[in-house]
């Protein structure tokens, strides 16, 4: 991601592109790195590749959404567990 950064820098939409490929395939689920590669692809023209990144980057901030919300229930369940009085 830190060379897609560099080369967001000097306008390189192929290297962004590139690198951010190579980084999706390492760890598909971070949702930044194809939203990047949307601006990439939408800069290169590819309009097709722009749009499916950014549906995945939609789904992958939704799912990541509705696990925080998970989260923030499982820790406020715990919290009221804690502190309920033992009968």
């Given amino acids: 991601f830190q060379i897609a950064k560099v ?3 000097r306008e390189d939409w192929n290297g962004v592109a590139e690198a951010l490929e190579k980084a999706i395939a390492i760890n ?3 949702s930044q790195y194809h939203y990047v590669l949307g601006i990439a692809y939408r800069k290169l ?3 097709r ?3 499916q990144a950014l549906q995945t980057f939609g789904k992958l901030q939704k799912e990541h959404a509705e ?3 998970q989260r923030r229930e ?3 369940a715990e919290s009221g ?3 309920r009085p033992l009968e």
Avoid: D, M, Q, V
């Fill in 7 to 9: 080369c967001r820098t």
């Fill in 28 to 30: 598909p689920w971070l």
């Fill in 45 to 47: 023209g590819k309009i």
């Fill in 49 to 51: 590749e722009s749009e």
């Fill in 67 to 69: 696990l925080e919300r």
């Fill in 74 to 76: 499982a820790r406020r």
């Fill in 81 to 83: 567990l804690e502190l």
